[in-house]
T-cell receptor, first 115, second 111 residues
Framework: EPEVTQTPSHQVTQMGQEVILRCVPISNHLYFYWYRQILGQKVEFLVSFYNNEISEKSEIFDDQFSVERPDGSNFTLKIRSTKLEDSAMYFC?????WGAGETQYFGPGTRLLVL | GDSVTQMEGPVTLSEEAFLTINCTYTATGYPSLFWYVQYPGEGLQLLLKATKADDKGSNKGFEATYRKETTSFHLEKGSVQVSDSAVYFCALTQAGQNFVFGPGTRLSVLP
């Protein structure tokens, strides 16, 4: 069964450093998403992406964040200058279509720890 | 904005007990409703969904019915197993919008 994959599974970085989280969505999907889950808290939407553009972003997704689809398979989330409060589990998701009822398929997550 | 509320956990049950995890939502339109499960150390997996009122989603012995009149989507299972121990997230989405998740309910099933 096709699945979303993410690398790395764990990332430890120093405050102020740049990190890039990588995702490979399901191959025939067109819509891509990033969510994050701070430890013990709910899963929060960050950004959605379609046709090489951001479709929607949340208040969390400020100028320190960016997303890119650098080739036909990868989808990345960059945090330009990490802060302690960026420590969280980051989930990538993809879906085949857009609209109510469309299932988003999630990757296993990257656990980011900012020291 | 839209929101999802779930019963506070953790929930601890003995094997073969009946499970109910309550979920209610607030939404301006007619959302689709989902239950996702997160097993230890893993990502979010779709458990079941319902896209309109009175629909029942079911999978792996779990069921949930979309109740528009009570804005609820409670998750039930008749006989839980140790392998069902996980965190369960209720979520909604509206047409063309991102998912809104509840806070999650941790279930522990004891042998």
């Amino acid at each position: 069964e096709p699945e979303v994959t993410q690398t790395p599974s764990h990332q430890v970085t120093q405050m102020g450093q740049e990190v890039i989280l990588r995702c490979v969505p399901i191959s025939n999907h067109l819509y891509f998403y990033w969510y994050r889950q701070i430890l013990g808290q709910k899963v929060e939407f960050l950004v959605s992406f379609y046709n090489n553009e951001i479709s929607e972003k949340s208040e969390i997704f400020d100028d320190q964040f960016s997303v890119e689809r650098p080739d036909g398979s990868n989808f990345t989330l960059k945090i330009r200058s990490t802060k302690l409060e960026d420590s969280a589990m980051y989930f990538c998701a993809s879906s085949g279509a857009w609209g109510a009822g469309e299932t988003q398929y999630f990757g296993p997550g990257t656990r980011l720890l900012v020291l | 904005g839209d929101s999802v509320t779930q019963m506070e956990g953790p929930v601890t049950l003995s094997e073969e007990a009946f499970l109910t995890i309550n979920c209610t939502y607030t939404a301006t339109g007619y959302p689709s409703l989902f239950w996702y499960v997160q097993y230890p150390g893993e990502g979010l997996q779709l458990l079941l969904k319902a896209t309109k009122a009175d629909d029942k989603g079911s999978n792996k012995g779990f069921e949930a019915t979309y109740r528009k009149e009570t804005t609820s989507f409670h998750l039930e299972k008749g006989s839980v197993q140790v392998s069902d121990s996980a965190v369960y997230f209720c979520a909604l989405t509206q047409a063309g919008q991102n998912f809104v998740f509840g806070p999650g309910t941790r279930l522990s099933v004891l042998p």
